[in-house]
Protein backbone atom coordinates (compact mmCIF):
# COMPACT_ATOMS: atom_id res chain seq x y z
CA UNK A 1 0.00 0.00 0.00
CA UNK A 2 2.72 2.64 1.18
CA UNK A 3 4.59 1.60 -2.74
CA UNK A 4 1.39 2.72 -4.25
CA UNK A 5 1.32 6.01 -2.56
CA UNK A 6 4.50 6.35 -3.53
CA UNK A 7 4.10 5.45 -6.75
CA UNK A 8 0.67 7.82 -7.58
CA UNK A 9 2.28 10.60 -5.41
CA UNK A 10 5.38 10.92 -7.91
CA UNK A 11 3.07 10.70 -10.68
CA UNK A 12 1.29 13.51 -9.36
CA UNK A 13 4.74 15.69 -8.40
CA UNK A 14 5.75 14.91 -12.15
CA UNK A 15 2.61 16.25 -13.53
CA UNK A 16 2.71 19.29 -11.28
CA UNK A 17 6.60 19.74 -12.56
CA UNK A 18 5.12 19.85 -16.08
CA UNK A 19 2.28 21.44 -15.61
CA UNK A 20 4.35 24.52 -13.85
CA UNK A 21 6.80 24.39 -16.22
CA UNK A 22 4.25 25.06 -19.52
CA UNK A 23 2.54 27.77 -17.22
CA UNK A 24 6.09 29.73 -16.98
CA UNK A 25 6.81 29.16 -20.56
CA UNK A 26 3.08 29.90 -22.21
CA UNK A 27 0.72 32.61 -21.29
CA UNK A 28 -1.79 30.47 -22.61
CA UNK A 29 -1.57 28.16 -19.97
CA UNK A 30 -2.47 29.55 -16.90
CA UNK A 31 -1.40 27.88 -13.37
CA UNK A 32 -4.83 26.54 -12.42
CA UNK A 33 -4.24 24.56 -15.90
CA UNK A 34 -1.74 22.47 -13.82
CA UNK A 35 -4.43 21.04 -12.49
CA UNK A 36 -5.49 19.35 -15.68
CA UNK A 37 -1.69 18.01 -16.03
CA UNK A 38 -1.56 16.34 -12.38
CA UNK A 39 -5.25 14.87 -13.77
CA UNK A 40 -3.81 13.50 -16.91
CA UNK A 41 -0.69 12.22 -14.91
CA UNK A 42 -2.81 10.24 -12.62
CA UNK A 43 -5.27 9.07 -15.49
CA UNK A 44 -3.84 5.30 -16.35
CA UNK A 45 -3.97 4.50 -12.87
CA UNK A 46 -7.57 5.20 -13.06
CA UNK A 47 -6.97 0.99 -13.37
CA UNK A 48 -7.06 0.91 -9.65
CA UNK A 49 -10.84 1.39 -9.60
CA UNK A 50 -10.58 -2.38 -9.80
CA UNK A 51 -9.49 -2.30 -5.76
CA UNK A 52 -13.07 -1.24 -5.43
CA UNK A 53 -14.67 -2.79 -8.09
CA UNK A 54 -12.97 -5.90 -8.91
CA UNK A 55 -12.96 -7.48 -12.94
CA UNK A 56 -15.24 -10.28 -11.64
CA UNK A 57 -18.22 -7.93 -10.01
CA UNK A 58 -18.39 -6.21 -13.23
CA UNK A 59 -18.57 -9.50 -15.49
CA UNK A 60 -20.58 -11.12 -13.56
CA UNK A 61 -23.28 -7.81 -13.82
CA UNK A 62 -22.70 -7.18 -17.36
CA UNK A 63 -22.29 -11.05 -17.91
CA UNK A 64 -19.34 -10.14 -20.38
CA UNK A 65 -15.56 -10.48 -20.34
CA UNK A 66 -14.76 -7.97 -18.47
CA UNK A 67 -11.18 -6.11 -17.38
CA UNK A 68 -10.10 -2.45 -16.16
CA UNK A 69 -6.63 -3.63 -17.32
CA UNK A 70 -7.07 -1.76 -20.88
CA UNK A 71 -7.25 1.45 -18.95
CA UNK A 72 -3.34 1.65 -18.57
CA UNK A 73 -2.47 1.80 -21.98
CA UNK A 74 -2.57 3.94 -25.06
CA UNK A 75 -5.69 2.88 -25.79
CA UNK A 76 -7.83 3.42 -22.28
CA UNK A 77 -5.98 6.55 -21.81
CA UNK A 78 -7.25 8.19 -24.98
CA UNK A 79 -10.26 6.59 -23.76
CA UNK A 80 -10.21 8.49 -20.53
CA UNK A 81 -8.58 11.49 -21.49
CA UNK A 82 -11.91 12.21 -24.29
CA UNK A 83 -14.02 11.62 -21.83
CA UNK A 84 -12.89 13.66 -19.05
CA UNK A 85 -12.48 16.37 -21.53
CA UNK A 86 -16.32 16.16 -22.52
CA UNK A 87 -16.69 17.37 -18.60
CA UNK A 88 -15.45 20.36 -20.18
CA UNK A 89 -17.49 23.52 -22.12
CA UNK A 90 -16.54 23.37 -25.33
CA UNK A 91 -14.76 25.83 -25.86
CA UNK A 92 -12.15 24.82 -23.08
CA UNK A 93 -12.07 20.70 -24.81
CA UNK A 94 -8.99 21.25 -26.99
CA UNK A 95 -6.61 22.88 -24.54
CA UNK A 96 -7.55 20.31 -21.61
CA UNK A 97 -7.50 17.23 -24.20
CA UNK A 98 -3.84 18.26 -24.78
CA UNK A 99 -2.53 18.79 -21.05
CA UNK A 100 -4.44 15.57 -20.09
CA UNK A 101 -2.41 13.98 -22.39
CA UNK A 102 0.79 15.61 -21.62
CA UNK A 103 0.21 14.86 -18.32
CA UNK A 104 -0.69 10.83 -19.47
CA UNK A 105 2.23 10.64 -21.46
CA UNK A 106 4.53 11.36 -18.38
CA UNK A 107 2.59 8.68 -16.35
CA UNK A 108 3.36 6.28 -19.11
CA UNK A 109 6.97 7.24 -19.63
CA UNK A 110 7.67 7.15 -15.94
CA UNK A 111 6.39 3.48 -15.76
CA UNK A 112 8.30 2.37 -18.73
CA UNK A 113 11.16 3.10 -16.89
CA UNK A 114 10.06 0.80 -14.46
CA UNK A 115 12.32 -2.63 -13.14
CA UNK A 116 10.61 -5.32 -14.48
CA UNK A 117 11.22 -9.27 -13.83
CA UNK A 118 11.07 -9.95 -17.40
CA UNK A 119 12.84 -6.62 -18.89
CA UNK A 120 10.12 -5.75 -20.66
CA UNK A 121 7.44 -2.87 -20.41
CA UNK A 122 3.66 -3.71 -20.45
CA UNK A 123 1.73 -2.86 -23.67
CA UNK A 124 1.84 0.38 -23.67
CA UNK A 125 0.34 0.92 -27.08
CA UNK A 126 -2.05 -1.57 -27.18
CA UNK A 127 -4.51 -1.65 -29.01
CA UNK A 128 -2.18 -0.25 -31.59
CA UNK A 129 0.50 -3.33 -30.98
CA UNK A 130 0.92 -5.61 -28.21
CA UNK A 131 4.21 -5.05 -28.68
CA UNK A 132 6.22 -4.97 -25.13
CA UNK A 133 9.41 -2.24 -24.86
CA UNK A 134 12.70 -3.18 -23.03
CA UNK A 135 11.86 -1.99 -19.75
CA UNK A 136 14.18 1.26 -18.77
CA UNK A 137 15.35 -0.55 -15.58
CA UNK A 138 15.30 2.81 -13.48
CA UNK A 139 13.84 2.18 -10.42
CA UNK A 140 10.83 -0.41 -9.00
CA UNK A 141 7.44 0.63 -8.37
CA UNK A 142 7.56 0.26 -4.75
CA UNK A 143 10.83 2.40 -4.56
CA UNK A 144 10.31 5.81 -2.20
CA UNK A 145 13.43 8.04 -4.11
CA UNK A 146 11.38 8.70 -7.02
CA UNK A 147 8.78 10.78 -4.87
CA UNK A 148 11.72 12.28 -2.88
CA UNK A 149 13.06 13.46 -6.59
CA UNK A 150 9.95 14.88 -7.73
CA UNK A 151 9.07 16.62 -4.43
CA UNK A 152 12.23 18.21 -4.20
CA UNK A 153 12.24 19.18 -7.98
CA UNK A 154 8.53 20.62 -7.20
CA UNK A 155 9.63 22.34 -4.37
CA UNK A 156 12.43 24.24 -6.77
CA UNK A 157 9.69 24.85 -9.43
CA UNK A 158 7.34 26.20 -7.90
CA UNK A 159 9.73 28.68 -6.28
CA UNK A 160 10.75 29.93 -9.67
CA UNK A 161 6.83 30.47 -10.44
CA UNK A 162 6.28 32.15 -7.47
CA UNK A 163 8.92 34.42 -7.75
CA UNK A 164 8.17 34.90 -11.51
CA UNK A 165 4.72 36.09 -10.39
CA UNK A 166 5.89 38.05 -7.79
CA UNK A 167 7.83 39.77 -10.09
CA UNK A 168 5.42 40.19 -13.03
CA UNK A 169 2.70 41.78 -10.41
CA UNK A 170 5.57 44.25 -8.84
CA UNK A 171 6.12 44.99 -12.67
CA UNK A 172 2.23 45.20 -13.60
CA UNK A 173 0.65 45.90 -10.27
CA UNK A 174 -2.80 46.26 -11.60
CA UNK A 175 -2.68 42.90 -13.55
Partial sequence: MVSDVADVLTHVLVGYIIGTLLSIRYER????????VMIGALSPDFVKIELLVPDGLVMALLGVPFSWSPLHT???TV???CLGSLLLAPEYRAQALALFAIGALSHHTLDVLLMTPTGDAYAVFWPLTEYRLPAGGLYLSSDRWPALVAGL???VVWS???RRRDAASETHPLG
Fill in 29 to 36: VQPTHVTL
Fill in 153 to 155: VAV
Fill in 74 to 76: LGG
Fill in 160 to 162: VAR
Fill in 79 to 81: LVI
